[in-house]
């Protein structure tokens, strides 16, 4: 039994596809972008598949607005003892209280946050959003340089923001880049997947073929990188 696997665009929505020894196709829409992914049985092509996809397009679309309305992690209240990530670990927040300017470290196991003991909880919230902003700025120059080096292109400009429904994106024109904020939260390795797929698009823009050889080639690991960055499904259909 063989195993084929697909990376298809279908009305602007990034579908994988997974060709299985399985009866019926399932389609997943899976937290928190809402990331599309096919189980399709062996019998079908990627024409067949794109079609499937387009007929479930309304359902999918749905599910995709559920999740982009859904309060992304429960509110966080920025207290001591609550659980945020960093880099893929789960560290536990200490608040330290101390008149003055706001500062965050990890310190040993602990994410630490200094701050005055009647600083409001949004303010608490947007040093967070700051500081993993700036370890981004940090991790990415040296993960550009290594892939510009490999791949031969330069990058212009990149971005960190925050965005809904995408890790990554870019502009083939100005190759100016654009990382998701949330990438902080998430294992180096999935930056660094993030990374060479934007660049990627410098050679390719859509996700055929000649996409995944060159993921292939470049980041052999690039899927298992890719569902590190996807937890598990919301909700699953077959027919
Ligand atoms: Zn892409």
């Known amino acids: 039994m063989s195993t084929a696997s697909a990376y298809l665009t279908v009305r602007g929505i990034d579908v994988d596809v997974i060709y299985k020894d399985i009866k019926n196709l399932h389609i997943g829409v899976y937290p928190p972008m809402g990331r599309v992914r096919v189980a399709a049985p062996q019998r079908l092509d990627d024409d067949q598949v794109r079609l499937a996809v387009i007929q479930r397009l309304p359902w999918i679309k749905r599910q995709r607005k559920e999740l982009q309305d859904a309060p992304r992690q429960s509110e966080r209240e920025m207290v001591t003892g609550e659980s945020h990530y960093v880099w893929g670990v789960r560290r536990r927040l200490k608040i330290a209280e101390r008149p003055g300017r706001a500062h965050l470290e990890v310190y040993g196991e602990r994410l630490v946050l200094y701050t005055p003991a009647d600083s409001p909880v949004d303010k608490r919230r947007e040093y967070l959003d700051h500081w993993y902003r700036e370890q981004l700025r940090e991790a990415i120059p040296d993960l550009i340089a290594r892939w510009e080096a ?90």
């Not at 180096?188 to 996409?211: K, Q, S, T, W």
């Open 150 to 239: 490999k791949l031969e292109v330069s990058v212009p400009k990149w971005t960190i923001r925050r965005m809904k429904t995408k890790w990554g994106s870019c502009n083939r024109e100005t190759r100016h880049i654009w990382f998701n904020v949330e990438l902080a939260k998430k294992h180096p390795d999935c930056l660094e997947y993030i990374v060479v797929h934007e660049m990627a698009h410098y050679f390719e823009r859509n996700h055929g073929d000649r996409f995944t050889k060159l993921m292939d080639k470049y980041l052999p690991d690039w899927r298992g990188r890719r569902d590190q960055l996807n937890g598990a499904p919301l909700a699953e259909e077959t027919w």
